[in-house]
């Protein structure tokens, strides 16, 4: 294979990765990259309360705020996307 051939092909690749880490946050919740972190905060607060979350209620979507919206939805009969949705807002009394 010729040298720009394979440079292309690792641009090209390195492209479709960033695109598709874009699309997700770390935690794997797409829609919560571009939620505020005061509504992350008072989501996290609620589950807390809610006896749901264990982690710091900070406003920073992590991992723990990804499993506790998990089990809130999954116990509330909601669509289990572990993201924070309006049926969530309205199931915390948030909306």
Do not use: C, W
């Amino acid at each position: 294979m010729k040298r720009n051939t394979i440079v292309s092909l690792l641009i090209t690749t390195l492209a479709l990765g960033l695109q598709l880490a874009g699309a997700q946050s770390p935690s794997g919740a797409a829609d919560n990259a571009v939620v505020d972190k005061q509504v992350v905060s008072e989501v996290e607060v609620a589950l807390d309360k809610a006896g749901y979350y264990v982690g710091k209620t900070n406003g920073d979507y992590t991992a723990d705020t990804h499993t506790a919206i998990n089990s809130f939805q999954r116990e509330h009969s909601l669509p289990v996307t572990g993201t924070i949705t309006p049926e969530v807002l309205k199931a915390l009394g948030l909306q």
